[in-house]
């Protein structure tokens, strides 16, 4: 079984600072790992995933994150961000084994762009 | 292309009634997922359909909740009968052959009130 932990349920930035959302997982098997982002009344949509290869994953609207096996951790990041990037963002887990479908999230992290 | 498609987006009940969702699933994905998001609890799956045949309703939390896919472009979920405790936003989530590698794509939910 997987778990995943998002170590801020909220963070406050300014527009065009930089911002990292955190994201901690647990498996005993070999994971993919995924962060999508839900704009206020709509469902989630896919940022960036990782599934083998090279550790720094980008994504879609300038984000990006780095796998770190050693340390579980999947971290999303943007280095300026902007006012509509305001949303709330999950972290997700799968096991490599094609006959496992779920899919872990976090609880998410509220991510929120002042003027 | 379209997306996963849910109806209604919005439905506001009073307990007691009889409630259904309704999914249309992106062409050619063949895993289906229905998730429920409470601020509580967070996204919880309820059910997973592979080629129409539901796998996993482990998450199904009550015999008032039941799903079915009829066909590979449909599927339904009731609750019946319908208590306050299950407003919540579902979603329907659809994901193409290849396994846990591939993402899940979300509709943007029915966001459910029970009075």
């Known amino acids: 079984a997987q778990s995943v932990t998002q170590l801020d349920s909220q963070v406050p930035v300014f527009e065009e600072a930089p911002v990292e959302l955190r994201c901690n997982y647990s498996?005993?098997?070999?994971?993919?790992l995924f962060w999508y982002v839900q704009y206020p009344n709509q469902g989630l949509q896919l940022l960036l995933k990782?599934?083998?290869?090279?550790?720094l994953v980008k994504g879609i609207n300038g984000f990006e994150a780095e796998f770190n096996k050693s340390q579980t951790s999947f971290h999303l990041r943007k280095p300026s961000v902007h006012i509509s990037d305001t949303a709330e963002y999950f972290c997700a887990v799968s096991d490599i084994r094609g006959s496992n479908y779920k899919l872990t999230f976090g609880k998410g992290t509220l991510l929120t762009v002042n003027p | 292309d379209a997306g996963v498609i849910q109806s209604p987006r919005h439905e506001v009940t009073e307990m007691g009634q009889e409630v259904t969702l309704r999914c249309k699933p992106i062409?050619?994905?063949?895993?289906l997922f229905w998730y429920r998001q409470t601020m509580m609890r967070g996204l919880e799956l309820l059910i997973y359909f592979n080629n129409n045949v539901p796998i996993d309703d482990s998450g199904m939390p009550e015999d008032r909740f039941s799903a079915k896919m009829p066909n590979a472009s449909f599927s339904t979920l009731k609750i019946q009968p319908s208590e306050p405790r299950d407003s919540a936003v579902y979603f329907c989530?659809?994901?193409?052959?290849?396994?846990?590698?591939?993402?899940?794509?979300f509709g943007d939910g029915t966001r459910l009130s029970i009075l």
């Open positions: 062409s050619g994905h063949n895993s």
């Open positions: 989530a659809s994901r193409p052959t290849g396994g846990s590698n591939q993402p899940q794509h």
């Open positions: 498996s005993s098997v070999s994971v993919y």
């Open positions: 990782y599934l083998s290869g090279s550790t």
